[in-house]
């Protein structure tokens, strides 16, 4: 079954201990990104990659880090988080449509809250 | 910064009764999507418009993209309690950019 896999679904943390969020697709996409959904602000764009070994920046970047050794494989990590980033997160890989368009496949999303 | 808002925020209605769901921007996307999240889960693309004035239909869902490119619409015909869920609209800026809308949180009561 094609999917996106995040863990954990759900992670309570203290201030500054770090942690990482893990996302796995099964679809040999290319393009990976990650979101962070708050309520009233729809979905916001934290790091995208284009490839492996490729990534870049979104609309909310700051506190997070992203790496792509491989295809597969899409980790957020937050090196110091913060109240502020209590959050639902959600992972998404991308695929070809037609005419240039693509559509986004979700994994199920992983609330963090950070106290 | 690019914004798209998604009116009503919220939307209770019965079954059986009509509803229209509005996504507007002062920007001109590519394309257009409409995604349906449920809860626990991540949203799932319903449908794609990208040309201006495109009218696309699924099942008692019609999508449409303004003329100008800057807004769509969600019209649902007799919802039932299977609709219950939020509704995004995302535009498309960039070959794989796109900015999600705020979001219409739509509740169908049997």
């Known amino acids: 079954e094609a999917q996106v896999t995040q863990n954990p679904r759900y992670l309570i943390t203290v201030t500054g201990k770090k942690l990482t969020v893990t996302c796995s697709q099964n679809?040999?996409?290319?393009?990976m990104s990650w979101y962070r959904q708050d309520p009233g602000l729809g979905l916001r764009q934290i790091y995208y990659s284009m490839n492996v070994e490729v990534t870049d920046k979104g609309d909310v970047p700051e506190g997070y880090k992203v790496s792509r050794k491989e295809k597969r494989n899409f980790p957020l990590i937050l090196e110091s988080p913060s109240p502020n980033q209590t959050s639902l997160y959600f992972c998404?890989?991308?695929?070809?449509?037609?005419?240039?368009?693509?559509?986004?496949?979700f994994g199920q999303g992983t609330r963090l809250t950070v106290v | 910064t690019q914004l798209l808002e998604q009116s009503p925020q919220f939307l209770s209605i019965q079954e059986g009764e009509n509803l229209t769901v509005y996504c507007n921007s002062s920007s001109v996307f590519s394309s257009l999507q409409w995604y349906r999240q449920e809860p626990g889960e991540g949203p799932v693309l319903l449908v794609t418009?990208?040309?201006?004035?495109e009218v696309k239909k699924l099942k008692r869902l019609t999508f449409q993209f303004g003329d100008a490119r800057k807004d769509s619409s969600l019209h649902i015909t007799a919802a039932q309690p299977g609709d219950t869920g939020l509704y995004l609209c995302a535009g498309r800026v960039g070959t794989y950019k796109y900015i999600f809308g705020t979001g219409t949180r739509l509740k169908v009561l049997a």
């Open positions: 998404a890989s991308r695929r070809p449509l037609d005419r240039g368009h693509t559509e986004a496949f």
């Open positions: 679809m040999n996409h290319e393009y």
């Open positions: 418009v990208v040309t201006g004035g």
